[in-house]
T-cell receptor, first 112, second 111 residues
């Protein structure tokens, strides 16, 4: 257990659905991250939040919408996804923002 | 961030030490060496990091050469649960937020 939880662990959704991924960290960290890991590819950073403010968006399509209501919770809202968006979505946190990051177990997303 | 080079895969007998090498010949003076591992379909797990001195914790030891151009992660007594992909990352801690995970080394611990 890393102190970072993610729900759901598995999600199957159609291209017209709207769903949300949730991440919660119990470490008292102030920075949270969303990463995407497609099959046989390195992790790709999607979004970064520091003290609830988004500080980085790595050219992520608008069909992915992050939300950080407080420093312990991070959401990724999904709508009108494409099959190529199927991947493992990982949440991480760190404190201070520049030190080692602790990852959650990930949500395995399949878009049909 | 400096590029790292790791072998694609390695095997290790259970109970023996696993020594995972990493080359980072273009590392800068202010870049740290981090090691993470990822067990199949789980999130990456932080293992250890260091700047120039050797480091040890409850999981592993990190040996960094004097010129800092390479390092070795040592798992002293490998178990089957250590089978994973191990990532060596060099990073300046005070700039940016991203860890650049390459393709890593796939370690298989054999019974």
């Amino acid at each position: 257990e890393t102190g970072v939880t993610q729900t759901p662990r598995h999600l199957v959704m159609g291209m017209t659905n709207k769903k949300s991924l949730k991440c919660e960290q119990h470490l008292g960290h102030n920075a949270m991250y969303w990463y995407k890991q497609s099959a046989k590819k390195p992790l790709e950073l999607m979004f970064v939040y520091n003290f609830k403010e988004q500080t980085e968006n790595n050219s992520v399509p608008s069909r992915f919408s992050p939300e950080c209501p407080n420093s312990s919770h991070l959401f990724l809202h999904l709508h009108t996804l494409q099959p190529e968006d199927s991947a493992l979505y990982l949440c991480a946190s760190s404190q201070p923002p520049q030190s080692e990051q602790y990852f959650g177990p990930g949500t395995r997303l399949t878009v049909t | 961030d400096a590029k790292t080079t790791q072998p694609t895969s390695m095997d290790c007998a259970e109970g023996r030490a696993a020594n995972l090498p990493c080359n980072h010949s273009t590392i800068s003076g202010n870049e740290y060496v981090y090691w993470y591992r990822q067990i199949h379909s789980q999130g990456p797990q932080y293992i250890i990091h260091g700047l120039k001195n050797n480091e040890t914790n409850e999981m592993a030891s990190l040996i960094i050469t004097e010129d800092r151009k390479s390092s070795t992660l040592i798992l002293p007594h490998a178990t089957l649960r250590d089978t994973a992909v191990y990532y060596c990352i060099v990073r300046v801690t005070n700039t940016g937020n991203q860890f650049y995970f390459g393709t890593g080394t796939s370690l298989t611990v054999i019974p």
